[in-house]
């Protein structure tokens, strides 16, 4: 997301350093019960970091869509129910030997959490950020 593309909000919020991004996330997810991931005709997108390949997870839509600029500019943002990550989406992602890029930035690629970690703190109490 450019600072041209933000709301002065959103413009706030990823100026934020890594881990209270990841409070951010934390809290908004569990809000609204859902996490955003961007899809293209393939399916989910990836981020490589250094030698993992990574799922990005955002907050909300805007944040998602804001993302999908460049080599993403197709794919779309999707909500996927919190109830539907965790029975399908951390056994999967762990079978696959995935990791979570939670909440990218241009910046930083997130912090990246192991599939268990980002359901282990996404079911953990309310934090702000």
């Known amino acids: 997301m450019t600072s041209e593309n ?8 990823l100026g ?12 908004t997810v569990q809000q ?3 996490v955003w991931i961007l899809n293209d005709d393939d399916g989910c997108v990836m981020l490589t970091n ?3 390949d990574c799922v990005p997870v955002w907050p909300t839509r805007e944040f998602a869509r804001a993302w ?7 794919c779309t943002p999707k909500a996927i129910p919190t109830v539907d990550w ?8 762990e079978e696959d030997d995935l990791l979570i890029a939670v909440f990218p930035t241009e910046e930083d690629d997130g912090t990246i959490l192991f599939p268990d ?3 282990k703190q996404l ?6 950020y």
């Not at 999908?68 to 197709?74: F, M």
């Not at 079911?123 to 702000?128: E, H, I, Q, T």
């Open 6 to 13: 933000a709301t002065e909000q959103q413009a706030v919020i």
């Open 16 to 27: 934020l350093g890594a881990k209270k991004r990841l409070a951010f996330m934390f809290e």
């Open 32 to 34: 609204y019960k859902q």
């Open 50 to 52: 250094e030698d993992d």
């Open 68 to 74: 999908a600029t460049g080599e993403w500019e197709g």
């Open 86 to 93: 965790f029975s399908r989406w951390t056994p999967g992602l």
């Open 117 to 119: 970690e980002f359901e």
């Open 123 to 128: 079911k953990a109490p309310k934090k702000k």
